[in-house]
């Protein structure tokens, strides 16, 4: 793993809200730094509404976890793009966050309960 990511248990309970709608909850989600970044949450995969989430074709690949997949949420509102995000087959070091989904907190609330 590179030296600059830590990958640790959540503290806590977890809440996703899509468009104000509850579409996941976690008292084991995973929280994953990198450098300076702010932490990113990871939430297991069970603990999410996949109904409501959709592939999208996007792709990006980060070379320390490796390629992600990303997924489109339909929230009230409509649509929100590749709103999450996951890595099905991360790097070694970082296996960690495979079955798990971060999301873009321009698009989704992510919070501490």
Request: a negative charge; charged letters at 20%; aromatic letters at 10%.
């Amino acid at each position: 793993m590179a030296d600059h990511i830590r990958i640790r248990p959540a503290e806590g309970t977890w809440v996703v809200r899509a468009g104000g709608a509850v579409i996941g909850e976690s008292t084991r989600a995973l929280e994953l730094t990198e450098g300076d970044y702010p932490p990113v949450i990871y939430f297991p995969r069970e603990d999410i509404a996949m109904a409501f989430l959709d592939a999208s074709e996007t792709t990006s690949t980060c070379p320390y976890k490796g390629a992600a997949s990303y997924f489109s949420i339909s929230a009230e509102g409509g649509m929100l793009t590749d709103a999450a995000w996951s890595y099905e087959t991360p790097k070694a070091g970082v296996e960690e966050i495979a079955g798990h989904l971060a999301f873009d907190l321009n698009k989704i609330a992510v919070e501490q309960l």
